[in-house]
């Protein structure tokens, strides 16, 4: 059974920082791609960090660039999204998502709430 479970969401004040983390089971992580999407409330879901599945590179969306910073563990079977300089447009639900190398496979974990504000 495929899991995808996100934690460490909560409210931080407006520059103020969060490590979100992702436990991976019930697949071969290490030959999935692995990203973090949010959606806001009235907004569509955005990208906001993707990382190759050995972790040798990175792409962020422009809003995040500078201060988020998407890694994983292999060995553990985990992502994570540091959020540094947090601002209130930062206040979405998080989600991690793993996507196949070879095939059009994407799992979805359920989310994490993320709120800044003072």
């Known amino acids: 059974q495929v899991q995808l479970v996100e934690s460490g969401g909560g409210l931080v004040q407006p520059g103020g920082s969060l490590r979100l983390s992702c436990a991976a089971s019930g697949f071969t992580f290490s030959m999935y791609a692995m990203s973090w999407y949010r959606q806001a409330p009235g907004k569509e879901r955005e990208l906001v960090a993707h990382i190759t599945n050995a972790g040798g590179s990175t792409n962020y969306a422009d809003s995040v660039k500078g201060r988020f910073t998407i890694s994983r563990d292999n060995p553990k079977n985990t992502i994570y999204l540091q959020m540094n300089s947090l601002k209130p447009e930062d206040t979405a639900v998080y989600y991690c998502?793993?996507?196949?190398?070879?095939?059009?496979?994407?799992?979805w974990g359920q989310g994490t709430q993320v709120t800044v504000s003072s």
């Open positions: 998502t793993a996507h196949s190398l070879f095939t059009s496979q994407t799992y």
